[in-house]
């Protein structure tokens, strides 16, 4: 199974329609969660962390759930310019041989917003 | 504020020649810097880890390998390209409310 898995998509959706995306991982320990967005060409960008609580900024609505290990992503009224690549981020508390807090990136999703 | 800059921002090398990449810091002293490769199909790979000059952590073997002769300069290089080395190549740092900020990035095609 693979540390993060997301469905790489294409999701092709309608402008101004909802659109969710989820992200599962393997590690139950995993203590840190993001989501990151990549423009075509481009390098990943921080989108939002993701709290226990659930956060939401705009648009935009991070999910955690500990107990099915996945989180999610819902982007309401879409937008053209919402058209990207959504990247799940898992952090570990375990350390990496690097010495660091292990990130684990997963393969993304890819978003298409048709007008 | 904090800003990467990498160069070249495209690069096409033929197999077996040999490569050096460059990343430079902004804005900040004494960062922790990475070194990241995406390839198509994959996730974004860790391939090295700095926290200062001279010192310099890589996880996976490979014929690539890094060098940090000054607080905010990161190379990464090879002797002899492969095909796999092909991707986007991507210098990192911490940055508050930032797990990882990247750099624009470098994109490698080895013919």
């Known amino acids: 199974r693979k540390e993060v898995e997301q469905d790489p998509g294409p999701f092709n959706v309608p402008e101004g329609a909802t659109v969710a995306f989820n992200c599962t991982y393997s590690?139950?320990?995993?203590?840190?969660f993001f989501w990151y967005r990549q423009d075509c060409r481009k390098e990943p960008k921080l989108l939002m962390s993701?709290?226990?609580s659930g956060n939401e900024d705009g648009r935009f609505t991070a999910q955690l759930n500990r107990a099915s290990q996945y989180i999610s992503l819902l982007i309401r009224d879409s937008k053209l310019s919402d058209s990207a690549t959504y990247l799940c981020?898992?952090?570990?508390?375990?350390?990496?041989?690097?010495?660091?807090?292990?990130?684990?990136f997963g393969t993304g999703t890819r978003l298409t917003i048709i007008p | 504020s904090q800003t990467i800059h990498q160069w070249p921002a495209t690069l096409v090398q033929p197999v077996g020649s040999p490569l050096s990449l460059e990343c430079t810091v902004e804005?900040?002293?004494?960062?922790?810097l990475y070194w990241y490769r995406q390839a198509a199909g994959r996730g974004l790979q860790l391939l090295f880890y700095?926290?200062?000059?001279?010192?310099i952590s890589s996880e996976v073997p490979q014929n690539l390998s890094a060098s940090r002769p000054q607080d905010r300069q990161f190379i990464l290089s090879s002797k002899k390209l492969l095909l796999s080395d092909s991707g986007f190549y991507l210098c990192?740092?911490?940055?508050?409310?930032?797990?990882?900020?990247f750099g624009p990035g470098t994109r490698l095609t080895v013919t």
């Open positions: 981020v898992v952090k570990d508390a375990i350390i990496s041989n690097f010495g660091n807090e292990k990130l684990t």
């Open positions: 590690n139950s320990a995993s203590q840190s």
């Open positions: 993701v709290y226990s």
């Open positions: 804005g900040t002293s004494n960062p922790n």
């Open positions: 700095s926290v200062g000059i001279g010192q």
């Open positions: 990192a740092l911490n940055r508050v409310l930032y797990e990882q900020y």
